[in-house]
């Protein structure tokens, strides 16, 4: 079944504590990209990958890191969380990137104390 | 970044009523694309645009955007309680950026 998994799904943490949301998409797609969903501001772009070894900044990318070293799986690094990274957090992939439609995958939601 | 505007916020509707909300863009983009999210899920995409001015339909789905591409609407026909949740649109570039939602509530 052609999918996007993240783990954990719940994860409630202190602040400063290092922590990752791992990501794996099964299709061989391109593009791979974490978002963060906050109630009233809809779905904002973390980071984002157009290929291997190659990442780009979001809207929101402050306080997040990201690397793609296999094209499957995309994590995402919190070093030193803090409570306003208190969200849900949503995976997604696809084909490539300009034109194509997301795949999302489950989500992953954060509390940061 | 990209700023989406999404109307309305929230609506609430009788079942079998039609249902209507609409996206616009400070920016062109060349390809549109309506989402939805159900409770503790990720969105599902529902219809993808691609060509500015043309009608696409997914069942009782009808999405467009218009021929400035810097707006878009989605219709739904005939609600039904499943049509429930929050309905998203989103432009598709190197970065993707989405609306802030319409939460559409269906009462039977």
């Known amino acids: 079944e052609a999918q996007v998994t993240q783990n954990p799904r719940y994860l409630i943490t202190v602040t400063g504590k290092k922590l990752t949301v791992t990501c794996s998409q099964n299709?061989?797609?391109?593009?791979m990209s974490w978002y963060r969903q906050d109630p009233g501001l809809g779905l904002r772009q973390i980071y984002y990958?157009?290929?291997?070894?190659?990442?780009d900044k979001g809207d929101v990318p402050e306080g997040y890191k990201v690397s793609r070293k296999e094209k499957r799986n995309f994590p995402l690094i919190l070093e030193s969380p803090s409570p306003n990274q208190t969200s849900l957090y949503f995976c997604?992939?696809?084909?490539?990137?300009?034109?194509?439609?997301?795949?999302f995958g489950p989500g992953t939601r954060l509390t940061v104390t | 970044g990209q700023q989406l505007n999404q109307s309305p916020q929230s609506m609430f509707i009788q079942e079998g009523e039609d249902v209507s909300m609409n996206c616009t863009s400070s920016s062109i983009f060349n390809t549109w694309l309506w989402y939805k999210q159900d409770p503790g899920e990720g969105p599902v995409l529902l219809i993808a645009?691609?060509?500015?001015?043309e009608l696409t339909s997914n069942g009782r789905l009808t999405a467009q955007f218009g021929i400035t591409r810097k707006d878009s609407f989605l219709n739904i026909s005939a609600s039904i309680p499943s049509d429930v949740g929050i309905y998203f649109c989103a432009l598709s570039g190197n970065q993707f950026y989405f609306g802030t939602g319409t939460s559409l509530t269906v009462i039977p």
């Open positions: 299709m061989n797609h391109e593009y």
């Open positions: 990958s157009m290929n291997v070894e190659v990442t």
């Open positions: 645009l691609y060509k500015a001015g």
């Open positions: 997604a992939s696809s084909r490539y990137g300009t034109g194509y439609e997301q795949y």
